[in-house]
C-alpha cells in the first residue's frame, strides 16, 4: 500500500511538473541580449487620475526586474481642441494638462527610465499637487536632476507640442481609458476603478512574467 501511495505522489509531482513548470508560474532571471530589441509597454493615462497612479505604482516595481528588456512610455489620454491654451481639454481640467505636459518634458530631458519612473512615483505620492511647478521642481530635486529646462520646455510651445503628439499617439490606438497597458502593440490591460481585460494577470509578477515571456519569444 505504502509503496503504492509513493508511485501516486511521483506521477502527480511529474504531471505538475510538466502542467506547471515553475518558471511560468514566477518571474524568472532573463539574460539581456543586445541583439534582442526591448519589449515596448505603454502606459496610456492621466496624470492626476487615480488610476493612472495606481498603474505607474505597479510599473514602477514591474521596472525593477525588467528595466533591460523593456522601455515603458506614459502617453496621455485627452481631447486634441486647437482653440485651448494647451491644444487638448483635458478630464481634470488644464492643472492636469500642466501636469502631463510637466512629465513628457521631464521624459525628453531626462529619458532613463528609472529615473522618469521616479518622478512620477514622486509626483503620485500627492495627487492633488500634481501640474503644480512647485511640486514639480521639489521631485526634480529629490531624483537628482535640474528642473530648469523641464520648466522652460512645459511653459513653451515646446511643451504643448509633445502633448499634443502624445494625444495623437493614445488617439491612434483608440484608447479613451486611464489607465490603459499596451505591449507590443497589443491590448495588455486597463485600469478603470477595477482591473480588466487582462487575460496574464494585473499583479506585479504578472506583467514581469508577460515581459519575460514576449522578450524571448513566448507568446
Known amino acids: 500500500m505504502r509503496r503504492e501511495y509513493y508511485f501516486f505522489l511521483a506521477f502527480v509531482f511529474i504531471v505538475g511538473y510538466f502542467l506547471f513548470p515553475t518558471n511560468r508560474l514566477h518571474p524568472r532571471k532573463v539574460l539581456y541580449d543586445l541583439n534582442k530589441p526591448k519589449v515596448p509597454v505603454q502606459l496610456f493615462v492621466m496624470s492626476r487620475c487615480p488610476d493612472a497612479v495606481a498603474c505607474e505604482s505597479v510599473f514602477g516595481e514591474v521596472l525593477k526586474q525588467t528595466n533591460d528588456i523593456t522601455t515603458i512610455r506614459t502617453n496621455y489620454v485627452a481631447t486634441l ?7 487638448a481639454s483635458c478630464k481634470h481640467e488644464d492643472i492636469e494638462c500642466i501636469g502631463n505636459i510637466q512629465q513628457l518634458c521631464f ?4 529619458p532613463d527610465q528609472t529615473t522618469f519612473f521616479n518622478f512620477l512615483l514622486c509626483l503620485n505620492r500627492y495627487i492633488p499637487k500634481i501640474g503644480s511647478r512647485d511640486w514639480a521642481m521639489q521631485c526634480s530635486k529629490e531624483v537628482g536632476v535640474d528642473y530648469t529646462p523641464v520648466d522652460k520646455c512645459a511653459n513653451s510651445n515646446h511643451g504643448r507640442n509633445l502633448f499634443i503628439k502624445s494625444v495623437g499617439i493614445t488617439n491612434s490606438y483608440g484608447v479613451t481609458k486611464s489607465c490603459t497597458i499596451y505591449m507590443k502593440g497589443k ?3 486597463i ?3 477595477s482591473w480588466y481585460d487582462c487575460p496574464g494577470g494585473h499583479e506585479v509578477n504578472d506583467f514581469v512574467r508577460s515581459i519575460q515571456d514576449a522578450y524571448e519569444g513566448i507568446e
Open 81 to 87: 481642441n486647437d482653440s485651448t491654451a494647451y491644444g
Open 107 to 110: 521624459r525628453f530631458f531626462y
Open 187 to 189: 491590448l495588455r490591460c
Open 191 to 193: 485600469k478603470d476603478d
